[in-house]
């Protein structure tokens, strides 16, 4: 199980920290993904962190946004800085043991979303 917390409403150029907890984190090979999806649009991969503490990034998130674990507390986070009102969306993280980072389809489990909304 996950679940997500640490979304909210911000002004343009402020920050947020996402943060997700779960059991993803007890075996030995993980893959844990943020993803979001706005209205009317497709779900997508925004950042990810593997059981090496390897991450990768959306391009256009690099430099904003960036994904860390702590792992004893079986936690997930995202810090998102200089939010813009194009990051508006729900924000889902999500556990899986491999394959392509950004497909939705490689992950087993998800939480239930924490929204992000900027004006």
């Known amino acids: 199980q996950l679940v997500e917390s640490g979304g909210g409403s911000v002004q343009a150029g402020e920050s947020l920290r996402l943060s997700c907890e779960g059991s993803?984190?007890?075996?030995?090979?993980?893959?844990m993904g943020w993803f979001r999806q706005a209205p009317g649009k497709e779900r997508e991969g925004v950042a990810a962190?593997?059981?090496?503490?390897?991450?990768i990034y959306l391009d256009s998130m690099k430099g904003r946004f960036t994904i860390s674990q702590d792992s004893a507390k079986n936690t997930l986070y995202l810090q998102m800085n200089n939010l813009k009102p194009e990051d508006t969306a729900m924000y889902y993280c999500a556990s899986g043991d491999g394959g392509k980072w950004d497909l939705t389809g490689s992950y087993n489990y998800w939480g239930q979303g924490t929204q992000v909304t900027v004006s």
């Open positions: 962190i593997d059981s090496d503490g390897a991450s």
């Open positions: 993803g984190f007890t075996d030995s090979n993980y893959c």
